[in-house]
């Protein structure tokens, strides 16, 4: 399962590792996570890096940022 794409994403970014510990945080505490909506801008991220993924073959590799948003991947090449 190390080889999902998701996972991978998750290994590099941030803010969806953020938003996946707080749902698991209320899954702990409520049993369920389907009173948690997904955060628009994670979800637009995620999705426009899964469409670049299936755009370009590969992810792109970059190191996890340290507090600033990850870069736009549209500007990365
Ligand atoms: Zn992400």
Redesign the pocket.
Known sequence: MGDHPLQF??G??G??RDYLGQMETTRATLGHVEAVPMAEP?RS??LN?FRSWKRTGAPTLSPPSSGDP?PDPENRD
């Open positions: 994403h998750l590099l970014c803010p969806c994670v991220e995620m890096r990850d």
